[in-house]
């Protein structure tokens, strides 16, 4: 595929329209479910102690409220081909609020531990189906030009959660209690729903469910296969990286290469696997998993410095990483609404700079809380340029009747990126740091040290992202292949 394709002879002209507000109503109404499904994790991460005594449950047990929902979310999502070609689309996004909604109301009402769990896996089911359609509606609707803007408008309004979700909890449950982290979203649900009904557009084309069929061996195969992922990762450090950590990941390798052949095989898959037949579009997952990975594994870690390496409390933590939280949310839209005059990949590589620049700060220079507060947003600044354009760019690698498959997979690429990113940093941070306190530092030292450690791991992320970005300008093309070479 060529790497600079710039004639565009057999396709009409496209002009630079301005996106229509209708459109924009339809991407905030399903973003929504997205921000509250993220508010609700983060905003329940400061109450973990809390329910750990009203429960009285390890936090082995209550980190399933967050990894049980990524895992969910990850297994739903590659169903969503098969939804958005079979199903009217509006009839789709009033399902995916009435499953939030119904599991908002479990948590809200919740007594017991299993019941809070159960919420959060039924709300992971609604968000598995708004996430991936929210992404199918911008590449169908939008012009190829504002496919930047647009997704970046999706950033703005998700990556606004993780930042105001730990002050929203710190909140509630210094003068309410933690019920009313559910009760406080069902009047935005209420909104999303009236916006959604009265713009959702249909996006099936003619013919697009004759013969589909929902096939159940794939669907466990590929649940099986992402479950075991998670799982492996999410235990490394219980298990100390023993024969079970190798066992489960080996075996969920194995159950996805045989998923990966079972589609290759099929006329209708549940995932079209043959997305990564485009350079463009699987080096775009590839630098997508690691960016969204380090992004997430430094949000994990930068709360616990604060706290434990500094002393601070969650709210001071939060409020400390509240400016970078918000520079990255406002820099997405920014950023996406310039790439239809830019090559993504000149971003990306500029971006990946910056994340390793930020990286070396925080790994040598983070011991003050102002430090870390000036880091972090520039890191998020930074991030701003690899995030929307590489998922811009990916997506525009691949033939329109591939939109579909091609946002299932980003989508659930951007799940275990999240989950694997967090285990990752949970498991770096734990072992540094039991280093330093068995060579007889003390609590904060050890902490101090264990994120410098830590550090180093998400700078090779960064420089290694400036390689594949690099590669970027080789195996990927200016505009989607023409229908023909489908």
């Given amino acids: 595929m060529q790497a600079e394709r710039t004639t565009g002879a057999n396709r009409p002209p496209q002009g630079k329209k301005p996106v229509e507000g209708r459109l924009i109503i339809v991407v905030v109404a399903l973003s929504i479910l997205t921000f509250l499904g993220i508010l609700s994790e983060t905003s329940l991460n400061i109450a973990y102690s809390t329910l750990m005594g009203e429960f009285s ?23 969503s081909p098969f939804l958005v070609r079979t199903f ?8 995916s609020v009435a499953v939030f909604s119904s599991g908002t109301v479990i948590g809200a009402l919740a007594i017991n531990f299993p019941l809070l ?26 012009a190829l030009e504002q496919r930047g803007m647009m997704l970046g408008l999706v950033s703005l309004v998700t990556c606004a959660a993780p930042a105001i979700g ?19 979203m069902l009047p935005f649900l209420v909104i999303s729903l009236v916006m959604g009904v009265a713009t959702v557009p249909d996006i099936r084309h003619a013919g697009d469910g004759a013969g589909v069929r929902l096939s159940l061996p794939s669907l466990l195969l590929v649940a099986a296969g992402l479950s075991g992922l998670i799982v492996a990762v999410s235990f490394f450090t219980s298990w100390h990286g023993d024969w079970r950590f190798w066992a489960v990941l080996c075996s969920a390798i194995a159950v996805l290469a045989i998923f990966a052949v079972m589609q ?13 037949a ?44 509240l400016p970078g939280a918000v520079v990255g949310a406002v820099s997405a839209p920014l950023i996406g609404g310039t790439l239809k005059n830019h090559f993504p990949p000149r971003f990306i590589i500029c971006g990946f700079i910056g994340v390793s620049v930020m990286d070396m700060v925080l790994m040598l220079g983070g011991r ?23 998922q811009t760019h990916a997506l525009n690698q ?47 030292q050890a902490y101090l040290s264990g994120f410098a450690s830590s550090m180093r791991v998400l700078l090779g992320l960064g420089v290694t992202g400036i390689v594949l970005a690099s590669l970027m300008f080789r195996f990927s093309s200016r505009l989607p292949p023409e229908p023909a070479e489908a």
């Fill in 264 to 276: 290759l095989r099929m006329a209708h898959p549940l995932v079209e696997i043959r997305t990564f």
């Fill in 88 to 95: 009217p689309t509006k009839a789709l996004f009033t399902v």
């Fill in 368 to 390: 003050h809380e102002v430090a870390v507060a000036v880091a972090y947003a520039l890191f998020m600044a930074a991030s701003g340029f690899v995030l929307v354009p590489d």
């Fill in 398 to 444: 691949l033939p329109s009747h591939m939109n579909a498959d091609g946002s299932a997979v980003m989508n659930t690429v951007q799940q275990l990126a999240g989950a694997i990113g967090t285990a990752v940093a949970s498991a770096l941070i734990t072992e540094y740091s039991s280093y330093g306190l068995a060579g007889g530092m003390g609590e904060s």
């Fill in 278 to 321: 485009y350079p463009g579009f699987s080096l775009g997952m590839l630098i997508l998993l690691m960016s969204s990975g380090g992004v997430l594994g430094l949000n994990f870690l930068l709360p616990i410095l604060l706290q434990r390496g500094f002393g601070q409390t969650s709210m001071v933590a939060a409020l400390v990483l």
């Fill in 166 to 184: 730990p002050v929203f909890g710190g909140v509630v449950m210094e003068y309410l209690n933690w019920h009313w982290i559910f009760y406080a």
């Fill in 57 to 79: 449950v390890s936090a082995d047990v209550v980190q399933w409220l967050t990894t049980g929902y990524l895992l969910l979310l990850s297994v739903s999502i590659p169903t």
């Fill in 117 to 142: 769990l159960a919420a959060r896996l039924i709300m992971a089911l609604g968000t598995g189906i708004s996430l991936p359609l929210l992404t199918s509606i911008i590449l169908e609707k939008a």
